[in-house]
């Protein structure tokens, strides 16, 4: 099926970064970007009717290393953001509160350095269960930062994968189906998260309350090369759980649960380049014509965004039989 959904176009945005781009964050509301680079920075800039202004924005300097990935907290920590890199460090920024026209200008907080490698991926909990920070490694392992009341930082580390943790993704904090069982929203917030490793694997860990660690609850077996991305789709209360991984082998991979059953995968099937005249249709192979590098699921888990090593990003929604099609299909 080919793709229907018109995109409106896109606006270049200039960051002035010296280097390649590796991540690109907009905050909660929609009114700030943040940017990263192999530059060694971060860049945060106010965006008015989806255009950055051109005060050239902050420039937030401490990685020694190219920064791969940023994160937004929930607004209700403050105005607070993540970032990864190279040099094995993740750090943590926040903004402080200026006087006058001038405003305030942003700090670091927190400097993570207990990894022996590169950082790959940082990502905030739900704010529901606090101000909790998971961190993927190349050193094999994860680790969990969680602010305490004290204002300390409680970091837990534990190996995951063995050549290396390339993302990970939280779990939305409530289970399935809360929506149709209302007594399901007043339990404890579900402390959740997937990885996903260059075993080829993505592995979900659950933090157990009576032994005060996190472990591995189930492995999704699917993939045939390093998997790159998994995100866990938001939850509107209805009885599935989604995850969506890419890989390194070309492929997108759905994973689908209901209630307490078991993980079923299903592939995307990317369309086939148009036939020239005359010639017969191509069926899909089930592969992307690039690495995947990045899933990326809409606020209300209906829409995937797929983007891959050659610049093209396509849209993806599931039908009213299971099957995912693609909606949407664009060049960056």
Partial sequence: MQPTTSVSDSVPIETSHEDMIHDAQLDYYGKRLATCSSDRTVKVFDVVDGDTQRTGGHTLKGHTGPVWQVAWAHPKF??????????GKALIWKEQPGQGSAGGGWSKIK??????????????????????????????????????????????????HGIGCNAVSWA?????????????????????????????????WGYREDSQSWVEEETLEGHTDWVRDVAWAPSIGLPRSYIATASQDRTVLIWTKDGAGPWVKNQLYPPPAAPQAGAVPAKSTGRFDDVVWRVSWSL????????CGDGKVTLWKETLKGEWECVSDMDS
């Fill in 78 to 87: 403050g105005n607070i953001l993540a970032s990864c890199s190279y040099d």
């Fill in 111 to 160: 400097e993570h350095t207990l990894h022996t490698a590169s950082v790959n991926s940082v990502s905030w909990a739900p704010h529901e269960i606090g101000a909790i920070l998971a961190c993927a490694s190349s050193d094999g392992k994860l680790s969990v930062l969680s602010f305490k009341n004290d204002g300390q930082w409680d970091a837990a580390m534990f190996t995951a």
């Fill in 172 to 204: 939305p904090p409530h289970p399935p189906a809360s929506l149709i069982s209302p007594q399901s929203t007043t339990t404890t917030p579900i402390k959740r998260f997937a990885s996903a490793g260059c075993d080829n694997l993505v592995k979900i």
């Fill in 300 to 307: 209300a888990g209906n829409l995937l965004a797929v983007s």
